[in-house]
């Protein structure tokens, strides 16, 4: 619904609608709930749940070897930190532009966040990175490629090289999106998405951990809460892997549940149509900001394919009430 007001034509719906969920997730939805089995662990002989093939899709879909389905982001970020064997008092280089979940799963491992300036193209600052890291002598960094903004990935991998940084990427804004035809995600040891309400995908809420390697899947599995039901993930290593950690990793129950991953399913498999749908939007939007005095819309290099499903620009050198008066006339 659109108003008039002052002869201008005004944008009234709400800002945030969500579309629904795709008639095939409420069908699969309502078959888990005739079921009762919305344990992810909780199948019959034989079957596959839900959740482990959705974790069997994903990984495929980012081309990782393995995916773990987590309750939330910040719980897979959580999962990855410890995986990645942080210990209380470590210092986790992260870019200051972020969400509060990702300060807050560095703070939840016991580690303390050191916080990395970012350029005005909103992506980390390469110096200060190594600046930072060669001062605190960190060995993590937790690179959020927030609002999905991707920095020059390959710069950031030359650098956790010469640094020694065991890198982790949240890709809460970046599922679907890809750095010179690479997915984002798949230049970290592990990644995390996130499958709440705002973000590409709609489960309410809800966490995908990727990686290729064998040690760290198998100890995620189990700090999400697989208790001795790990031969029931599709997405797994070899069953002798688990045998080594079986003993001392503890279980923070972190666990996906059927239903999201009913839900989510479809939405995978709808993803890069809405991907191009959010990127048609966006340079509709970004054509007509570029006209407009006193914005800067972030340079995007070419081999960023990123899915903008949310815009950012900068207003410079206005005063209060030019500001004011610009989102006034936003609507
Ligand atoms: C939403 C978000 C998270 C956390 O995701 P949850 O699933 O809500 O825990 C982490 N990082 C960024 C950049 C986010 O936007």
Not at 114 to 138: H, M, P, Q
Request: glycine share 8%.
């Amino acid at each position: 619904m659109s108003k008039h007001r002052a002869g201008k034509l005004v944008f009234t719906k709400e800002f945030t609608k969500q579309e629904s969920i795709p008639e095939e997730g409420i069908h699969r939805a309502e078959s888990v709930l005739r079921s009762g089995r919305l344990h992810r662990y909780n199948t019959t002989d034989g079957e596959t749940s839900e959740t482990a093939l959705l974790e069997k899709e994903f990984a495929a879909f980012v081309g990782s070897k393995y995916c773990l389905a987590c309750a939330s982001c910040g719980g897979a970020l959580y999962i990855a930190l410890k995986t990645a064997g942080v210990e209380t008092g470590d210092s986790i280089l992260t870019n200051a532009y972020t969400l509060a979940p990702v300060p807050g799963a560095i703070v939840n491992a016991g580690a303390k966040p050191i916080f990395v300036e970012i350029t005005e193209n909103y992506t980390i600052d390469f110096e200060d990175l190594e600046k930072k890291a060669r001062a605190s002598g960190a060995k993590f960094l937790l690179l959020s490629h927030m609002r999905g903004h991707m920095a020059d990935i390959d710069r950031i991998c030359d650098i956790c090289q010469r640094c020694g940084l065991f890198l982790i990427e949240d890709c809460a804004h970046t599922m679907g999106a890809m750095w010179d035809r690479r997915p984002s995600g798949s230049f970290g040891n592990i990644a995390c998405y996130s499958t709440q309400t705002y973000k590409h995908m709609n489960s309410g809420e809800g966490g995908l951990l990727i990686t290729d390697d064998d040690t760290v899947i198998a100890k995620a599995i189990f700090y999400s809460g697989s208790y001795m039901l790990y031969d029931r993930h599709v997405s797994r290593p070899p069953m002798e892997v688990f045998e080594r950690y079986k003993k001392i990793v503890p279980n923070f129950s972190m666990r996906m549940d059927n239903l999201r991953a009913a839900i989510l399913r479809p939405q995978l498999r709808d993803l890069q149509r809405q991907c191009d749908r959010w990127n048609r939007r966006y340079k509709v939007l970004e054509k007509a900001l570029k006209k407009i005095d006193n914005v800067r819309i972030p340079n995007r290099p070419a081999k960023e394919h990123f899915v903008g499903n949310s815009i950012q620009f900068s207003l410079e050198g206005a005063t209060r009430d030019q500001i004011k008066g610009f989102l006034a006339e936003c609507g």
